[in-house]
């Protein structure tokens, strides 16, 4: 079965910047990612990448940093009260998520100072080149009920 439109598809990844080495790597999370195909739950440049593979295929996705987390813009360092950041030691450069109003977001530490810390809000993988491997695991429909909650139930999505 193909990868199309509203299809559920579980898949690995592990994610490099363009010629280094992988980021992230979903097999050592253990667990393969499930989507709904189709629906922004990746970004715009992989989604592209895997239409029309099915289970088995195996590739690798190069998608530019405007299809991927999009360009990095200036202006959106914050000052935020340490106390926000736990205990963990603060150091410059490190990447950090910070629970805010929308949910957890990644950050990367600029400066630390007495009492505030400055933050970079950019997406840590924004204005990055990616190089994708993907392993497609499966592909089904979705049903009825994923497509009416927009995302997937049972293996290695929403359980309620
Ligand atoms: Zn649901």
Redesign the pocket.
């Known amino acids: 079965m193909k990868i199309e439109q509203d299809r559920v598809v579980r898949f690995h990844y592990s994610v490099a910047e363009a010629g280094k080495d992988a980021i992230e790597n979903s097999k050592e999370a253990g667990q393969p990612i499930s989507i709904l195909f189709g629906r922004g739950q990746i970004i715009p440049g992989l989604e592209k990448a895997m239409e029309g593979h099915e289970a088995g295929d195996s590739f690798k996705a190069a998608v530019t940093a405007a299809e991927a987390y999009g360009e990095r813009r200036d202006g959106l360092t914050q000052r935020i009260p340490k106390k926000h950041f736990g205990v963990q030691r603060l150091v410059a450069g490190m990447q950090v998520v910070l629970n805010t109003n929308h949910g957890p977001r990644a950050v990367v530490i600029e400066k630390v100072g007495m009492s505030v810390v400055d933050v970079d809000l950019n997406h840590p993988m924004a204005g990055k080149d990616l190089e994708f491997d993907i392993e497609i695991v499966d592909v089904r429909e979705a049903t009825e ?2 497509l ?6 049972g293996e290695g ?2 359980e ?1």
């Open positions: 009920e994923e009416a909650h927009g995302h997937v139930h999505g929403h309620h």
